[in-house]
């Protein structure tokens, strides 16, 4: 049985998907929470297998939540459930740590699949958040400029731990021109440090795998 909690600011929404899932011997409703603040209390004391998540609710929001839920070490997987599918709203959620998105409109049975699926540690997206995201691989959004070849190439010296001088000296380029080719780099990543700036560079898979020491 996959215990589950729901997370949800509105009363009706919360008392419909625990009638819903009341009626599958598959799954138990362990607890409720109107915000996610609440959400953290909850589950720590009802340890649930996956957590049904509202993104935009009062106080601490669904995004905060989620990333709270991953850096508190709880081992409940996270199923986005909202009427929201911007990329303001997905990409954040996803990048918190979500196992999956799905919108409000999902049929039963496709939801009770997807929780299925969720406690399994499988990735559950609905079809229009699946596009979005296959749209974000494909085409930078806005304000997410590709990095030119020089400039990843100065991330790449800075990650292997050059200073700027030596990255200058490595490229045959000025000091002054390593410093700025550092910050276009943090504007199109949308940092402000070398340090975020590379660690971002790996997580968008543009300076290849991170070696672990």
Do not use: W
């Not at 919360?14 to 603040?37: C, K, P």
């Not at 997410?144 to 800075?158: A, K, T």
């Not at 490595?170 to 975020?196: N, P, Q």
Request: glycine share 8%; net charge neutral; with cysteine.
């Amino acid at each position: 049985m996959i215990k589950l909690l729901i997370v949800d600011d509105h009363p009706v929404v919360r008392d419909g998907l625990r009638g819903m899932f009341a009626g599958d011997d598959r799954f138990q409703v362990l607890g409720e929470a109107a915000d996610g603040a609440e959400a953290l209390v909850v589950a720590r004391d009802v340890d649930p297998d996956v957590v049904l998540m509202d993104l935009r609710m009062p106080g601490m929001d669904g995004v905060s939540t989620i990333r709270a839920m991953r850096t508190q070490g709880f081992r409940a997987r996270v199923l986005v459930l909202t009427t929201y599918d911007s990329d303001s709203d997905v990409l954040p959620a996803i990048k918190a740590g979500a196992t999956g998105y799905l919108l409000k409109d999902t049929p039963r049975e496709e939801l009770f699949r997807a929780v299925s699926a969720a406690h399994r540690g499988e990735s559950v997206l609905s079809p229009a958040v699946a596009g979005r995201l296959m749209g974000e691989l494909r085409s930078p959004a806005p304000g997410r400029e590709p990095l030119s070849q020089r400039e990843l190439e100065v991330l790449g010296l800075i990650a292997q731990g050059c200073s700027n001088r030596e990255a200058a000296t490595r490229l045959f380029i000025s000091e002054a021109t390593v410093k700025t080719h550092l910050l276009h780099a943090y504007a199109k990543l949308g940092v402000r440090d070398r340090a975020a700036a590379v660690a971002t560079a790996f997580e968008r898979g543009l300076l290849g795998t991170r070696r672990e020491p």
